[in-house]
């Protein structure tokens, strides 16, 4: 088993790096890559010391599986040549995610779809991916007719440099701008740009990607998607409307019993989920359930998870850990 993790240097790719060892991942030959101005570098995983490599050396190494956290550009030049030596490519960017040919996947729902001949496989985007895992189990118990979502994104989910940013906002000193405005003590509501429908492209992803994720086109989704000036994790409010009637008991017990996911819901003790304490955890934590009072068979929940872990680098490394299980890799 020969494994390579392109965008290795990168915020995304040190939490695979994490993630892989915390799952104990077998392999037999680790292969770091990065840009070519990267490669050379030397980085340290489980004690042993690698050099990085650039995309083209990677590629006439012909891993049997590339984990891809390197932007949609390099994903678009580079995730067929890896293909077209027989690597299976799970790519963290958005460059494949809508493409009909490619299955856009989060294992404890659609994995099961996965073909040996899947040679490309699309990794959600972060605020999408905790997001239907909480109410996969909930739309197959109910239908779901409607989503209305509001994200509370950490800047991580943006990169390094807008961490650099906030912190040093905070810290009193000249920041690199990396939003248009200022972040720390600050909400923006703005992710991604800005689309001729008024939508940014992060609030037109949930909305694709969540009827592709489901299968279902029917299921009407809108989102306000929101950075907030935190660390640790993506929050999101979501108000989910069903085609059947709840029992509020019911949803926590289908929650309690649903693999990945774990439920704070003691608002009475002042338990509900924060990105304070998702953070690192690969599960995504669901509370503050309560009807709708507003309208039939509708739910309000709160949703969060580490968007670097769940919403990233750990989805990737269980579908990698799928395709190994079932001999596709």
Not at 74 to 99: C, H, K, Y
Request: glycine content about 6%.
């Amino acid at each position: 088993m020969k494994l390579a993790v392109v965008g290795a240097t990168g915020l995304v790719g040190s939490e695979i790096l994490e993630v892989l060892e915390e799952h104990q991942f077998p392999f037999d030959e680790l292969l770091l890559v990065a840009s070519e101005r990267s490669a050379g570098k030397k980085m340290t995983f489980k004690g042993k010391e690698y050099t990085v490599i650039g995309l083209k050396q990677a590629v006439s190494e012909k891993p049997d599986v590339a984990i891809f956290s390197a932007g949609g550009s390099t994903s678009l030049e580079w995730a067929p040549q890896f293909a077209e030596v027989g690597t299976i490519v799970i790519d963290n960017s958005s460059a494949w995610r809508m493409d009909p040919s490619k299955k856009l996947v989060v294992p404890e729902i659609n994995a099961k779809d996965l073909r040996i001949d899947d040679r490309i496989i699309a990794n959600p985007n972060c605020s999408t991916i905790q997001m239907v895992l909480a109410l996969n189990p909930l739309r197959l118990k109910y239908g779901i007719k409607r989503i209305v979502v509001s994200t509370y994104q950490s800047v991580t989910g943006t990169g390094k440099a807008a961490v650099d940013q906030m912190m040093a906002e905070r810290a009193g000193v000249p920041a690199q701008m990396v939003y248009p405005h200022k972040i720390d003590l600050n909400v923006l509501p703005h992710i991604d740009v800005f689309q001729p429908n008024g939508y940014t492209k992060e609030e037109m992803k949930m909305i694709n990607e969540t009827k592709k994720i489901f299968n279902d086109n029917s299921i009407q989704v809108t989102a306000t998607t929101v950075r907030v000036p935190t660390m640790g994790g993506h929050s999101e409010a979501v108000n989910v409307e069903f085609h059947k009637d709840f029992n509020l008991n019911e949803v926590r017990a289908i929650l309690s019993n649903t693999p990945g996911v774990i439920l704070q819901d003691d608002p009475a003790n002042n338990i509900y989920p924060m990105p304070l304490t998702a953070h690192k955890r690969d599960e995504v934590f669901v509370g503050r359930l309560r009807r709708d009072e507003s309208q039939p068979n509708t739910l309000n929940m709160w949703i969060v998870a580490d968007n670097l872990r769940k919403g990233a680098a750990t989805n990737a490394v269980q579908i990698a850990e799928y395709l190994m299980e079932h001999s596709m890799a």
